[in-house]
């Protein structure tokens, strides 16, 4: 396999991650907006079949069918503790984290395609792909974060 064909194989499997990614977020979006305590799921599971029909969409097209792919960073929690969550990531790493999107609110498990990076979904809905290291600084610091 040439080195262009392999490149957008990668590139298409990578964006059909993303898509994947991103029908997830909204499904937890709606979860979310269904529940009297507005909370999130507390795992990608709840959604599926209620708010995800097709459980392919669960898994980045570069992994074993049926693989769940996507994880939530923190579980069944409110906006506002997402918040506190981004508050605190602020004072941690002393920073200035106001041109952020916010906390992330799921991020792909492993490395998508090629092994290039995560995609990763922000509570305001839009996806990003990130190399490894621009997932270690722009994420890493809410995966140490505990709530409570």
Request: net charge negative.
């Given at each position: 396999?040439?080195?262009?064909?392999?490149?957008?194989?990668?590139?298409?499997?990578?964006?059909?991650?993303?898509?994947?990614?991103?029908?997830?977020?909204?499904?937890?979006?709606?979860?979310?907006?269904?529940?009297?305590?507005?909370?999130?799921?507390?795992?990608?599971?709840?959604?599926?079949?209620?708010?995800?029909?097709?459980?392919?969409?669960?898994?980045?097209?570069?992994v074993?069918?049926?693989t769940?792919?996507?994880?939530?960073?923190?579980?069944?929690?409110?906006?506002?503790?997402?918040?506190?969550?981004?508050?605190?990531?602020?004072?941690?790493?002393?920073?200035?984290?106001?041109?952020q999107?916010?906390?992330?609110?799921?991020?792909?498990?492993?490395?998508?395609?090629?092994?290039?990076?995560?995609?990763?979904?922000?509570?305001?809905?839009?996806?990003?792909?990130?190399?490894?290291?621009?997932?270690?600084?722009?994420?890493?610091?809410?995966?140490?974060?505990?709530?409570?």
């Amino acid at each position: 396999e040439n080195a262009q064909l392999r490149a957008a194989r990668n590139a298409a499997m990578r964006a059909s991650c993303a898509n994947n990614l991103k029908q997830v977020g909204l499904a937890a979006k709606i979860f979310q907006n269904e529940h009297p305590d507005s909370r999130y799921p507390a795992g990608v599971f709840m959604l599926y079949p209620d708010f995800i029909v097709d459980s392919r969409v669960l898994s980045c097209p570069s992994v074993e069918p049926g693989t769940l792919s996507y994880e939530f960073v923190f579980e069944a929690v409110t906006d506002a503790e997402l918040e506190a969550v981004h508050q605190q990531v602020a004072i941690n790493e002393s920073r200035d984290l106001q041109d952020q999107p916010g906390p992330p609110l799921m991020i792909e498990s492993h490395l998508c395609a090629d092994n290039a990076g995560h995609n990763v979904v922000f509570r305001d809905g839009h996806v990003e792909f990130m190399t490894p290291e621009a997932f270690e600084a722009r994420v890493g610091p809410y995966l140490f974060v505990r709530l409570r």
